[in-house]
């Protein structure tokens, strides 16, 4: 008999008290995992900060964003966040060697509590207003192939050699001990800055927007950067990931006792064919959304015919900006 895999996006079926993972009916109330864990919560003092959906106006306790989950996903969770707990409080150079796909599945589930948050208020208010919830055929099959992958955390799922995500890791300097999180549901991308690195992940792009990035990502090399430079990148790889036109293709073969979800291969001489045009303009504004800690105005940051400002290449010889040199609060 072949393993059965849960799709909760066949008919958008959101409830708390069936597990977001494996579709098993839950019996105990208390079965949750609480996707920003104790060790953070307790560390960073968010247990009763608001955390904002994507609504702009529904917002939670940090300790309320919470999944229903079965006994065994639980149990499985908890034993992977222990890793990743010991991982990133020791820093960089441990958080470089943990296992991509234990990354990816920690981070998944970051993103899909998220996103879970995001349908059920969605979902909550369309039934309020008498109208049918429903979501776009191409967010189905994004957030269905999504969570499928995430199913590898209980169940046996193998990836090819090209695997479905893409994960920068660099060294960064804070003043002060910070949990700097921030995702993207829709397009699938995950961001943290804490104890010395910054991690930036494209969650479902076979890791294109990261070999866009090969050329700034070689010559930043093992610099710590300045937490501008940290916000400058990550704009560069959401902006990327935004004009990504490149739709990600897998071979997915089921057996008796495992599910093999391989990437397709990307053909193309140029990988910047593969997205749309880069607005200088459109990618200031997303700069100065980023870069809102240090007050800097949208004419500051772009002038035509200028380029952008950047703390991150000089604008005449492309060279790096070594980060002693940025006079910055950071």
Known sequence: MSLQYYNPFNNLYFNNNTCFLTGEEIEEQQNYITVFPEWVLDRFLLHDKKFTLMDNVTSFNYNQMVLPCSTKVKNAYNLLDQEIKAAFENGYQSVQEIDSQKLFTWMGVFVYCVLYHDLLIEKEKKQ?????????????????????????????????????????????????????????????????????????????????????????????????????????LKARFIYNNYLLQFK???????????????????????????????????????????????????????????????????????????????????
Request: hydrophobic residues 40%.
């Open 128 to 232: 309020k207003q008498n109208v049918e919830f429903d979501i776009s055929p191409t967010l189905k099959n994004r957030f269905a192939l999504f969570h499928l992958m995430l199913q590898s955390l209980v169940a046996p799922i193998s990836f090819g050699a090209i695997k479905p995500w893409g994960i920068t890791i660099v060294k960064l300097k804070y003043s002060k001990d910070i949990f700097n999180y921030r995702d993207d549901t829709v397009n699938l991308m995950f961001t943290l800055g804490m104890n010395g690195f910054g991690i930036i992940a494209t969650l479902q792009d076979n890791g294109i927007v990261m070999q866009k990035e090969q050329a700034l990502l070689h010559k930043i090399n093992q610099a710590t950067l300045h937490p501008i430079q940290f916000e400058e």
């Open 248 to 330: 990600p293709k897998y071979i997915i073969k089921q057996h008796a006792d495992c599910l093999d979800i391989n990437a397709v291969e990307f053909k193309a001489n140029d990988i910047s064919t593969l997205f749309a045009n880069w607005n200088e303009k459109t990618f200031a504004d997303v700069l100065s959304e980023y870069w809102k800690p240090w007050g800097l105005k949208k004419n500051e940051i772009y002038t035509f015919p200028n380029a952008p400002l950047s703390f991150l290449e000089n604008e005449n010889t492309y060279n790096f900006i070594e980060p002693d040199t940025i006079d910055l609060p950071y």
